[in-house]
């Protein structure tokens, strides 16, 4: 930035050159240059107005005069961020309102999960407002007296917010249908998201302890801690039942002694084929595990499995069992007297979800006697967005059975509010042209995304948007085209109240429950917010004093930025008070 303009924000020097630097300003205020690119402008509804500290002084009038933002330079001073590692802009709403703020407006930042304000608003004025994801049931004959002589098929269809209780519940309705006993397998075909390795190349690979990074599927099921826990078998074997309810797998016991209550477990996907020699187990991260009591109830639901021998030898609990889906592998020191459960936290994936489906059929009451598998076979595609709504289905007729996920504004709501990373990633990949029960590509999505972008106008500057949930390091965008979009959806009488009702209020609910609270932002800002290594942002609405609402936008990109946080905060108080 130009250090000659009196419109530049100030850099972060002592109290004293800030005042020095603000009778600058005054004196040459009535020049007003025009600001360099990527300082001071304002967006299009409104003037541009300076944001540097005014000198006490009578020269402007006080009703023109912008206010003093010293005290959000000097907590950004104090938290040790450089002025080109902000950016920021405020604008209000009303019709030919003054620019409040703004600070390096045009320049692109990482945005982190402020990403999903993108996404979610996009689907709001894209998709339907009746939109579900909805997974469906396919039967490969017909069931007589509740056997069905072939296989069970589940079509996903992108629903991020299945989980175990909500799969039981469906599979007891299935059997009051007349489906009590699978004599073939439980396909899961998740080919209506067709994703390749480079889709998820700037994402974290999932891990236990991390679900939040768990990759985007077309069924997938949002569990991944579990309470285990574990008893003396038949024999003298160890036997484990799980909560949410696990199935096909096999419990490997590695315990070394029994002297105390330390056991620890762990799941991992069953190896196809396995070496002749078992490999070590690959360092993941685990939580600690904690004591917990396990609910009597979901114990005697769940389907206990029964381990092997610490060397990997198989063990026959019925005749001709199919092949585990996955190992849980216990190990510390356990013993009968120790009656807490366990904690176990698995990596999300596809041996995982298996595990849960088959556990979820027994837990509902259903027999199946083959195994969970997944299809790999071809699925309808896309050739191209014009024929993407007429795809012939793969299964003949109608689907026997469909689940429904929640309608799209409380889907919206679901990932503003708790920054769901996996919804955000399904949403967007849902946006494709015919998506459902057409198949999606990240491809087709992102030129669905850029269509929008030219219809709402920020073709121009339209955010870079990679996976939708922000958390790629390469999804940026500048805070002017976030405040425009976040204009957009107030313009819109259908999207503005759902939109709004999905942000976290400050200091009640959501990622904001905790932050603001005593503050004069509380229950007045609704904002998105964004964590990423190196990054910390807040985008959104702020009402101010004078009732009106202000568009909001502001981001740190720096190594610094965890320390920003107050900084963050100190800037809406203070449109909160100016606004």
């Given at each position: ?5 009196p ?13 020095a630097?603000a ?10 240059p ?11 509804v ?48 009303a019709?030919?309102?003054?620019l ?17 304000v ?6 709001l ?22 056997r ?25 309705r ?5 489906l009590?006993?699978?004599q ?9 998201f ?10 974290p ?20 801690r ?7 078998g038949?024999?003298g ?20 002694g ?13 190896q ?26 979901s ?17 026959a ?6 092949p585990?889906?996955g ?6 020191q ?17 041996a ?8 979820a ?21 896309v ?5 993407a709504?007429?795809?012939a289905?793969?299964?003949?007729g ?39 029960p ?28 990679d996976?939708g ?7 940026q965008?500048?805070?002017l ?22 942000l976290?209020?400050a ?41 009106q ?10 190594e ?14 203070w449109?909160r008070?100016?606004?």
């Open positions: 930035m130009s250090k000659s303009t419109r530049r924000a100030p850099c972060w020097r002592s109290v004293a050159a800030l005042a630097l009778g600058l300003v005054v004196a040459a205020w009535a020049q007003t025009a600001p360099a690119a990527g300082e001071r402008s304002a967006v299009p409104a003037a541009s107005t300076s944001t540097a500290p005014p000198a006490p002084s009578a020269t402007p009038s006080a009703a023109t005069r912008p206010p003093d933002a010293s005290e959000i330079w000097a907590a950004l001073q104090k938290a040790g961020v450089k002025e080109s590692e902000v950016a920021l802009l405020a604008q209000p709403l019709p030919g309102a003054p409040l703020i703004s600070h390096n407006e045009k320049l692109a930042f990482t945005l982190a999960s402020t990403t999903k993108i996404t979610t608003l996009a689907s004025q894209t998709l339907p407002g009746s939109f579900r994801w909805r997974t469906r049931a396919w039967l490969t004959g017909t069931p007589q007296d509740g069905l002589a072939g296989d069970l098929i589940l079509v996903g269809g992108g629903d991020a917010t299945l989980d175990s209780k909500r799969l039981t519940d469906w599979f007891r299935l059997r009051k249908q007349g009590n006993h699978v073939g397998q439980i396909v899961l075909d998740q080919s209506l067709r994703l390749v390795a480079k889709d998820h190349a700037n994402t690979v999932p891990e236990a302890g991390n679900p939040h990074h768990a990759w985007p599927d077309a069924f997938v099921l949002d569990d991944s579990f309470q285990v826990k574990l008893r003396a038949e024999g074997a160890l036997a484990a039942t799980f909560d949410p309810p696990l199935g096909q797998v096999e419990v490997v016991s590695q315990i070394s029994s002297r105390l209550c330390t056991a620890q477990a762990r799941f991992e996907p069953a196809d084929k396995p070496a002749a020699k078992p490999a070590p187990t690959p360092e993941v991260a685990l939580s600690p595990m904690v004591p917990v009591s396990l609910p009597a109830a114990a005697a639901s769940a389907p206990e499995q029964v381990a092997s021998s610490p060397e990997p030898a198989a063990v609990v019925k005749p001709t069992p199919p585990p889906v190992r849980v592998i216990v190990s510390g356990w013993s009968p007297r120790c009656v807490n459960a366990l904690t176990m936290e698995a990596a999300p994936g596809r995982l979800t298996a595990a849960l489906v088959a556990g059929w027994a837990a509902a009451g259903g027999q199946l006697d083959g195994r969970v598998l997944h299809r790999d076979g071809a699925a309808p595609t050739r191209g967005a014009r024929r709504r007429t795809p289905s793969p299964y003949p109608k689907p026997w059975a469909t689940l429904d996920s929640a309608p799209l504004p409380e889907l919206v709501r679901a990932i503003n509010k708790d920054s769901n990373n996996l919804m955000a990633r399904n949403l967007l990949l849902s946006m494709a042209p015919g998506f459902s057409t198949t999606s590509t990240l491809d087709l999505a992102r030129q669905r995304l850029a269509l929008w972008f030219k219809k709402v106008g920020v073709a121009a500057s339209a955010p870079k948007v996976n949930s922000g958390l790629a390091h390469s999804e965008g500048s805070v085209a976030m405040v425009q979009l976040l204009q957009t959806a107030w313009g819109d009488p259908k999207t503005q109240k759902v939109f709004l009702a999905s976290p209020v200091g009640a609910d959501g990622t904001l429950a905790g932050r603001f609270k005593g503050s004069p932002a509380q229950r007045n800002a609704f904002l998105k917010t964004g964590t990423l290594t190196g990054v910390r942002s807040l985008a959104g609405y702020v009402r101010g004093q004078s009732g609402m202000i568009a909001v936008a502001i981001v740190v990109n720096s610094q930025a965890g320390a920003a946080v107050p900084a963050l905060d100190k800037f809406i108080e449109v008070q100016h606004g």
